[in-house]
């Protein structure tokens, strides 16, 4: 299995929700990440997990929340989202942090918040 | 801060024509890849470029890696449409870093 898989596809939220995107990895990768990719623009790193610990932060509103029950799993938990938060958000993942850092992603979760 | 620029930033051209997209930086990279995202899909790796100077090949893609390992190219020969999308170049550095993007159309 050479895939990562996002859930939702498509994601629609007023500021007020509190919703979930769903990412899944069966590759035996032990590095995952999430990015947001507005349009037109390539992706910014928001999260980086290890070995299931968070290794990076890159100064990411606390609005947004990560997690990593597993080390196949990762979650990123939604609460209080602006308008400008809408964007395509994507989970990769890679063997590990050191050496190559081939990245595979996931086919993203488009996120619209009202 | 590091950055990766790519030019052209936008490509429209006609099935058949040859295109080269250039990512350059003033930071040195251990290594460069570069992925292609098609609208709502995620990029996909298209070839890891590690050591300075190296040319690899991928049917009618070429990649260079320059010799200062701060830049690359993307050669495409005979465009289809099928090749179009975004092209992101990302050098690794303490994490990846994408370059700005190229989109590029190939019409029929």
């Known amino acids: 299995d050479t895939e990562v898989t996002q859930t939702p596809k498509h994601l629609v939220m007023g500021m007020t929700n509190k919703k979930s995107l769903k990412c899944e990895q069966h590759m035996g990768h032990r590095a995952m990440y999430w990015y947001k990719q507005k349009a037109k623009k390539p992706p910014e790193l928001m999260f980086v997990?290890?070995?299931?610990?968070?290794?990076i932060n890159e100064s990411v509103p606390s609005r947004f929340s990560p997690e990593c029950p597993n080390s196949s799993l990762l979650n990123l938990h939604l609460h209080a989202l602006q308008p400008e938060d809408s964007a395509l958000y994507l989970c990769?993942?890679?063997?590990?942090?050191?050496?190559?850092?081939?990245?595979?992603f996931g086919p993203g979760t488009r996120l619209t918040v009202l | 801060t590091q950055l990766l620029e790519q030019s052209p930033q936008f490509l429209s051209i006609q099935e058949g024509e040859n295109l080269t997209v250039y990512c350059n930086s003033s930071?040195?990279?251990?290594?460069l890849q570069w992925y292609r995202q098609e609208p709502g899909e995620g990029p996909v790796l298209l070839v890891t470029v590690v050591t300075g100077g190296e040319v690899k090949k991928l049917k009618r893609l070429t990649f260079q890696f320059g010799d200062a390992r701060k830049d690359s190219s993307l050669h495409i020969t005979a465009a289809q449409p099928g090749d179009t999308g975004l092209y992101l170049c990302a050098g690794e550095a303490d994490k990846l870093i994408f370059g700005t993007g190229t989109r590029l159309q190939v019409f029929p």
């Open positions: 997990y290890s070995y299931e610990k968070l290794s």
């Open positions: 990769a993942s890679s063997q590990g942090l050191a050496g190559l850092n081939e990245q595979f």
């Open positions: 930071s040195v990279f251990s290594s």
